[in-house]
């Protein structure tokens, strides 16, 4: 299935997908954690919900639980070539080394589209370091995506901005702060051309630091977005 990554795309994020028609009122896309599931290929297999799915198999060094080995990157290649999965992540860093590079070229074959990702768990980069970032990502991939963590309110105000020169320089971005501090970022860095939230059908099953629940993130941007 085909993600549009032209508008927002808002992802309920998990790692069940007996969870996706819980999210089909209020999502637009399913992010599908493999390294946090049990038996991830076998769930795609029997997959026949109503979303399209982005398919995430975070290794241990970006924050997930996927061992960092050849067969983590495997499955994101078997993941690209079902019909449900519009998208694969691959972390920057992977491709930069030349680790995920025939991952990336296997995903395009298949008509899969490609986030490249970046995490900074411990701060908030200076904002020309972030435009670099998500400049570097959209070479190599279909949207680029920076996750950074806020530790006060101007961190936001420096993600929102490297999110705006982004979008006005022609790349598809998906940008956020992790945290407290940096939650509202989720509500209004679409507003500044953020294409992509992240949020759990069930709050208390967040994959990342200050995520909202995904029925209060749908009305937050709808909200903000007819402002």
Known sequence: MEIDFSSFVLAAAT?????????R??????EFRLDLATDPLDALAAYDGDLPLIATNRPTWEGGEAPD?????????????????????????A?????????AEHARAHGTAVIVSTHDFEGTPHRDAMVETLSEASRLGDVAKLAV????????LDVLG???????AGE?????????????????APLYGSRIGYAPVDPAEATAPGQYDLATLAGLVERLGDV
């Open 95 to 103: 491709l930069e080394r030349g680790d995920a590079a025939a991952v």
């Open 172 to 188: 598809t971005v998906a940008t956020m702060a992790m945290g407290e501090a940096g939650r509202h970022s989720r509500a209004v």
């Open 149 to 156: 963590t806020a530790e006060g309110v101007g961190d936001v």
């Open 162 to 168: 490297a999110t705006w020169d982004a979008t006005t």
């Open 15 to 23: 790692a069940d997908l007996s969870d996706e028609p819980a999210a």
């Open 25 to 30: 009122d209020d999502a637009d896309a399913v």
């Open 69 to 93: 080995d050849p067969a983590r990157l495997g499955a994101l290649e078997v993941a690209a070539e079902h019909d449900a999965v519009g998208a694969i992540d691959l972390e920057l860093a």
